[in-house]
């Protein structure tokens, strides 16, 4: 994975701010040298980025940050319609660096990965992008300060979880609760145990629940239910099915208890969320 060593001693302008859906995206930077950074939730879909011939994957509930001096290309991957929440801030100039492996130990600037897998802080920045896209729609002159802040928060915020991960969190610990999410995201219609889990990495299943909160901040059950959830918004919307429908795809029989999830992990009613999905799809 790559990182950028970022350094600066200005308040950038927001360039923009919006929510971008389409059935197939791609993008190649690089050409225009200005110094500009792009974070993007991935809402829904995948998205395949690719860098001097390495290649990475970010997933739902990914936060992917760019820095599109680099050449880099970004191309959605599979048959789920894309939909990212993404602001990009210009620098007149900043000192940076590129490098691959997470070695950097310096304090007086920030490491950025440029892919934060899903977790409780990705959710925050989602909620910050949104609330940066809502204020310069609402009036960006006024507002460009306080959304330059905020865009610098989220960066720091990424870089802070990297030094804590790198200081507490050895490589073996990150490969194995990057197997345990992968295998929940492939196997969201069947019943996923601890032990289904522990036996898939060839550890304990207290060893594995302990690792996977240790490096991505949520128990193995929160994970489950809040990919589960959305799932269940991406079937609604995008294979219009049924609130009742969606849960059985993913092993929820009870509708009432998935009504609940959805609540807590998608933050609306299952009513509230297609409803602002239409609205979104009409404009």
Do not use: W
Not at 170 to 183: E, M, Q, V
Not at 250 to 259: F, K, Q, R, S
């Amino acid at each position: 994975m790559y990182l950028g060593m970022l350094k600066f001693n200005q308040i950038p302008d927001i360039g923009f701010a919006m929510a971008h859906y389409s059935k197939t995206y791609r993008a190649d930077y690089g050409k225009n040298k200005k110094k500009t950074v792009e974070i993007a939730y991935i809402n829904s879909g995948e998205v395949k980025l690719k860098l001097y011939g390495k290649e990475f994957i970010a997933s739902e509930g990914s936060v992917v940050v760019l820095f599109r001096q680099l050449p880099i290309s970004t191309c959605t991957i599979g048959n789920k319609i894309n939909s990212h929440y993404t602001v990009l801030a210009e620098f007149e100039n900043y000192d940076f660096e590129l490098f691959e492996n997470d070695t950097s130990s310096e304090k007086d600037c920030l490491v950025i990965p440029f892919i934060t897998p899903p977790s409780p802080l990705t959710e925050i920045i989602r909620k910050k992008i949104c609330a940066i896209a809502v204020s310069m729609e609402d009036d960006g002159e006024k507002n460009a300060l306080s959304c330059a802040i905020n865009f610098l928060s989220i960066l720091c915020e990424i870089s802070n979880e990297r030094y804590k991960q790198n200081a507490n969190t050895s490589r073996t610990s990150i490969k194995s609760a990057t197997l345990i999410s992968d295998y929940i995201d492939n196997n969201l219609d069947k019943p996923i145990s601890l032990e289904a889990l522990s036996n898939y990495i060839g550890k304990t299943p207290n060893y594995t629940g302990y690792i996977f909160k240790k490096v991505y901040n949520i128990s193995v059950t929160q994970y489950i239910n809040m990919q589960k959830t959305k799932k269940i918004a991406f079937l609604m919307q995008n294979n219009g099915l049924s609130f009742r429908d969606a849960c059985e795809c993913v092993g929820l029989t009870e509708t009432t208890y998935g009504y609940r999830l959805f609540k807590k992990y998608i933050g609306l009613t299952p009513g509230e969320y297609m409803k602002i999905s239409k609205i979104q799809t009409n404009n």
